[in-house]
């Protein structure tokens, strides 16, 4: 015990910031002198920022009525860590702005919201580019602003990603059926233009499709997976675009691995963090409506796939995870935030739920929502900010006002919403 004591107090707290919660806890109770330090709000900061990422701490303190200095973090932490709410607020704005729609593609880009292309009534395509900037918290977004970019064909059921400082589009489906398998690149220009232009990658591309799922890895590389392909068949196959430096070409790539996800469409891809991307839900061959997890590992050179099994029977509402067109939105912390979706039914939801798989915890947990009540949806498009605090939903089908006009009862959805994890 002597030797604890002799330790410095910044020696101590060096070595405390690199411990699992647990022995933090434990090591708490050796001696006074551990008691009076793991209760510092210095120490809980710091772990905030470990374990939730220094966004989120510039998030909290930017949103908070106090001073940084008179925050609970140990408080914060614990919320964070056992997080069981959300809340939502309707930033739908009267004047203009894009139309209702499904199956879109929804970016948070250079602090601003981007949003290209979709489907709407009557099955037609859009082929529209939209932008909006935010505030931090609950402020109103400013104004929508539809951006003349030259972009890609109209479609939906494409995918879109972040990579540095540009976006990166692939694949959809027209309104006359045809799959695409083109591959779009956008740089930000000004502060409200952007502009498309369409990537040489050669002769190899994956096949034509649509409602797939994609995400970035590392910043660098676009995953692909799955979709809807020619005569309408639901595949199975993983692909990686490779980016050259200079963004003028990109260069796919077919993984192949065993053992993979089945044959898909609708599920979502979310990358959490460094070289690992989780996979859920989706629509299989036989028209099932699936609720596993995969994610897709590409450390050292090495891509493959791996299943994360969960008891469901264990998890209080397990057996309503299935879900088909739902958002999976990477929030603080690495954990995902999966929103809405259809069951085998076409019965929309309106749950969130939260997804853990990091190395430590293997966890679903549901959470309640508060404020403003969302419809329920599908084929809605989610993002978060920076902060991984803040996501943002716009658009998806929800449940309309039967009309004998309208033997389904569907209609395509115009609103936006921002979904705030309480702390």
């Known amino acids: 015990m002597a030797s604890i004591t002799d330790i410095s107090h910044d020696h101590l707290f060096s070595i405390l910031v690199l411990l699992p919660l647990e022995s933090i806890l434990s090591f708490s109770m050796t001696c006074k002198k551990t008691i009076s330090l793991t209760r510092s709000h210095t120490l809980w900061k710091s772990l905030c920022a470990r374990d939730w990422g220094q966004s989120t701490v510039d998030a909290i303190i930017a949103s908070s009525s106090s001073s940084p200095l008179s925050l609970d973090w140990n408080g914060v932490y614990r919320r964070f860590r056992n997080l069981d709410r959300v809340s939502c607020f309707n930033l739908t704005d009267t004047e203009a702005g894009p139309s209702p729609r ?24 859009l082929d529209d580019t939209w932008i ?46 045809i799959r695409q398998n083109d591959t779009w690149i956008a740089q930000q220009d000004t502060a409200t233009t952007l ?58 790539h077919q993984s192949v691995s065993h053992p993979v996800p089945s044959p898909r469409s609708g599920h979502t891809l979310t990358c959490i963090g460094g070289s690992r991307t989780v ?11 699936l609720n596993d997890v995969w994610y897709f590992d590409s450390s050292q050179g090495h891509l493959r796939w791996v299943q ?29 935030l999966v929103y809405g979706g259809e069951d085998s039914y076409r019965h929309r939801k309106d749950d969130f739920w939260l997804l853990d798989v990091s190395q430590t915890r293997r966890m679903w947990r549901r959470l309640r929502c508060e404020g403003y009540q969302p419809r329920s949806r599908s ?43 309480l702390l």
């Open 102 to 125: 499904a199956s879109h593609s929804l970016n948070f880009f250079s602090g601003c919201l981007v949003l290209f292309g979709g489907g709407c009534e009557g099955g037609r395509h």
């Open 132 to 177: 909006a900037h935010t505030g931090n918290g609950y402020k109103r977004i400013v104004n929508w602003q539809r951006v003349i970019s030259g972009g890609p064909s109209g479609r939906f059921g494409h995918s879109c990603v972040v990579i540095g400082n540009c976006l990166v589009l692939f694949g959809g489906i027209n309104d006359s059926g």
């Open 195 to 252: 502009s498309w232009r369409l990537l040489d990658v050669g002769t190899v591309a994956p096949p034509p499709r649509g409602a797939h799922a994609s995400c970035s890895i590392d910043n660098q590389r676009m995953l692909v997976h799955g979709g809807i392909g020619l005569s309408g068949t639901r595949l199975g196959d993983t692909w990686v675009l490779y980016l050259s430096e200079n963004l003028c070409f990109g260069t796919w």
């Open 279 to 289: 996979l859920f839900g989706g629509r299989g061959m036989g028209y099932e409506v």
């Open 308 to 336: 994360v099994l969960f008891e469901l029977t264990n998890i209080a509402g397990g057996p309503s995870l299935a879900r088909v067109g739902h958002s999976a939105t990477l929030t603080s912390g690495g954990r995902v």
């Open 379 to 421: 084929f809605h498009q989610a993002c978060a900010d920076e902060s991984g605090r803040y996501l943002y939903v716009f658009g998806g089908m929800v449940d309309g006002i039967l009309q004998p006009a309208e033997p389904s009862g569907l209609r395509f959805d115009g609103e936006i919403f921002v979904v705030d994890l």
